[in-house]
Each structure stands twice: as C-alpha cells, then as structure tokens.
C-alpha cells in the first residue's frame, strides 16, 4: 500500500491552480542532519516536499511554474554517482527521476543556481516555504538578486514574496482516501504494539522494558521510527505531560500511562492509553479513570463535519469538571468553575489536535478567529486527561500520583466519524481481563 504516482501528480496541480497569476513555488528537500561526530540522524523527508514528490532523498528543490509551456514541474537533484551509491545508497538521477515522479524535467542540483534565476526572471510572485529555512531563504534570494542586478537588461524581478504554508497545508488537511487506509494500517500496528506492552506489563521491570516491547512490534510491521518521542511513565511520571526519560521502574499499585505511535509510509498514529502495572485498578484509580474515559467518549460523539474544532474540547471539560466536583475534588458551580478555568489544575492541555504526516500535523484550527467547521477527510486526535501530581497538596493523599490520558484517532466521515484505533483495550473490565488472560 502507498501514493500512487497519480496522485502526487494531482497534488501539485492543485496546489498550482491555487497559486496566484504568474507566480513560482521553490521548496526544498529536508537537509541531513549530524546527531554527533560524523554520524547523522536516520534521514526523513520534508514532509510538504513528499507531499509534493513521493521522493525520500536528500539535496533536493522541486520548482513549480503554473502556466509554464516548456514544463510546469521541474526538479533538481543529485546525479547518479557509483562512489557515493556504494557507501550511501541508490540515487535516482535527474533522468529517472522525470519518469518515476511522473515530472516535465529535471536537473542535477549543481545546476540550480545557472538554471533557476532564469526560471524565476520573469515571474511576478515567489512561493516558498519562508522562515523553515533560514540558509535555504537565503538561497533563494540570492537568486532574486542575480535577476535584480540585470534589470537594467531589461530583466524583470518578481515584487512579491508569498508563504507557501498556507495553501498546501489546507491541501494536506483533507486526506484522501489512500491517505486514510495509510493512517488506518499506521493505526493498527500501534494497536497491536500497546497490546504487547500491555500483555507484558509487571511490576519490577522497567519503563524502557515496555518501550522496547512496541518498539519492536513497530519494527516488525514496517514502520522504521516511532511518530514522535515515546513516552512511557509509570505512578508519578504520567503527571509530566512530555516525560521521556523511559527509565523508572514500575511500580505495584501504580498506573502506567504508554503514549506512542508509529509512522507507516510517512503517516502517524498517535494512542496513549493508562492501564495498571498489577492488572486491577485500585478505587480511587478506577474512578478517575472512567471519568477520563466517559470525557473521551463524549468527545468523540460530537465528531461530524459541520461541528466547531472546539466542540470536542468544550465537552470535554464539562464532563472532566463535573466529575472533578463530583469526587469532590473541585468545589463550586459547575458553570463557574469552567468560566474561570478551575479544571487545568488537573486538565491542562486540550483535548487533541490534527494529525497526518506530521504527529501534530498541519491547519488551521481558526479561520478569521472563529473554529474552524469539521470537515469529511479531517483526521483528529482526542485525548482528555487527569493528571494529580504526587505534590498537590489541594487533596487527599488517596488521589495524589494518579495521572491518566485515554488517546485515539478518528477521521471525520460523511455521517460522522470513524476511530482508526480501534481494537485495543479500554475500558476497566476490557484493560483487567485482558491483562489477566
């Protein structure tokens, strides 16, 4: 399963029909990055570049010029090297590149800079993805500056400069159909990965034990890296929204909190779930948990296109703050204390975010400073959470060290909404007899 070459095509002739009259977008390949001495990270694309492309390597910059009669989509690109392919790997090469990435032309990248002026003189307004890349905004202006310095040849400069952002990334915002299946079996694989660590779970091992659980069920399946940095903490580590430390140990009594997806063909899945080390929720556990849980549900009820981007939120908080006074954790009205804001003392993030190529992926969530209507193709994550730091000094010991978030992914569908991620564990009975078999 993956893009077809039609319809990166069809990407980016929508992308330039977008574009304003007589105008060129320039956007340029991730750069490789050092980790330390000579080795580099494991090398990922840009993510608005494979959008456009489909192509994975290095030192790359695609040209797109709406109108142009010699050819509307150009790329520049290493050339084919023996030497460099025996200690790195495959190149594709400017000559297979015009037929595999289905393009009008291509260019060895050591070329770009006698060809692309020429290619922007001309051109009233440049796209490009401005403020990402500081050397690469450089680049491109010097190569306004080399037509700017012939004006008087007769040379015409463009006057306009234009962020790229905005048009391609509502483009990315709507996923397609192949899109979603992608997301779907990057769902899935995650699933399976949380249902090991599960299975496993004991107190005594260590957090970075259950890290390497998934880890390899992640492996197994096809996806080479984790979608973000996984976090796995147990008892009072779930109470730190970003903990990745992964090297306590787990705890007797205590919840774990797992939060970790994958990245399957260049698309993320994003699922935390909190579960018992022991296997058996303990009271106080229990009902904070299902009050997370119940938040969550009601969440996704609202998921339908034509909904506000906040209503899942607001929902959210008025079941989280309900059952917040309810255990008699917060005191006051129920309206008052959501006015004022009471609940982030316990729920201080919101209830989710986009999600795609990029984990937190992009769009607009506000469209002249209202939310933003759902949208079939829209893909979300909806993730409450209760977190009762081991120092909170406001409550009863009983409560102190419990921090729970329930996290899924679901696409907006015609008539509603659909959860990729589902077949995994989560409600109380559903996490024990799972643990316990």
């Not at 962020?163 to 159909?177: A, F, G, Q, T, Y």
Request: hydrophobic letters at 40%; one cysteine or more; proline letters at 4%.
């Amino acid at each position: 399963m993956s893009i077809k070459k039609s319809e990166f095509i069809k990407r980016r002739k929508d992308l330039m029909a977008h574009m304003e009259p007589d105008s060129i977008a320039i956007l340029a390949s991730a750069r490789t990055a050092l980790r330390n001495g000579d080795a580099d990270y494991a090398y990922r694309q840009n993510s608005d570049f494979y959008y456009l492309t489909g192509f994975a390597e290095p030192e790359a910059v695609l040209v797109l010029i709406p109108g142009r009669e010699k050819g509307e989509c150009l790329l520049f690109c290493q050339e084919k090297d023996p030497m460099k392919e025996l200690w790195n790997g495959k190149l594709l090469g400017p000559e297979a590149a015009i037929e595999t990435l289905g393009l009008d032309d291509s260019f060895p990248i050591t070329d770009i800079d006698d060809i692309l002026p020429g290619l922007i003189e001309g051109r009233d307004r440049v796209y490009s993805p401005m403020g990402k890349d500081e050397a690469f905004d450089h680049k491109v202006m010097e190569w306004v500056r080399v037509i700017r310095s012939k004006v008087r040849s007769g040379a015409h400069p463009p006057g306009e400069f234009l962020v790229l952002d905005h048009l391609l990334h509502e483009m990315r915002l709507i996923k397609s159909k192949t899109e979603i299946d992608l997301m779907k079996r990057s769902a899935q694989i995650a699933v399976a990965a949380h249902k090991r660590a599960m299975q496993v779970c004991k107190p005594g091992m260590n957090e970075y034990e259950l890290e390497a659980e998934y880890l390899y069920e992640f492996t197994r399946n096809g996806c080479h890296a984790p979608a973000y940095n996984s976090i796995v903490a147990g008892g009072d580590n779930a109470c730190i929204l970003h903990y990745i430390e992964n090297n306590q140990k787990l705890n007797d009594g205590d919840l774990v909190l797992i939060d970790a997806g994958c990245e399957y063909e260049y698309y993320a899945s994003d699922i935390t779930r909190t579960f018992p080390v022991n296997g058996k929720f303990n009271p106080e556990q229990k009902v904070v948990y299902e009050l997370v849980l119940e938040a969550q549900l009601e969440a996704i009820k609202t998921i339908k296109p034509g909904a506000h981007w906040d209503e899942p939120h607001k929902r959210t908080v008025e079941v989280i703050t309900t059952g917040l006074v309810e255990l008699g954790l917060l005191e006051g009205k129920i309206e008052t204390l959501i006015e004022e804001g009471a609940y982030r003392d316990f729920y201080m993030h919101r209830a989710g975010h986009w999600l795609g190529m990029d984990v937190h992926d992009v769009g607009d969530y506000k469209i002249e400073g209202s939310w933003r209507l759902l949208e079939a193709g829209m893909v979300m994550t909806v993730e409450p959470g209760i977190y009762i730091s081991s120092n909170n000094d406001k409550v009863d010991k009983k409560w102190r060290g419990i921090g729970i978030r329930i996290e899924d992914d679901v696409v907006v569908t015609r008539k509603g909404c659909e959860i990729l991620t589902q077949g995994l564990a989560k409600t109380v009975d559903e996490i024990e007899s799972f643990m316990a078999a």
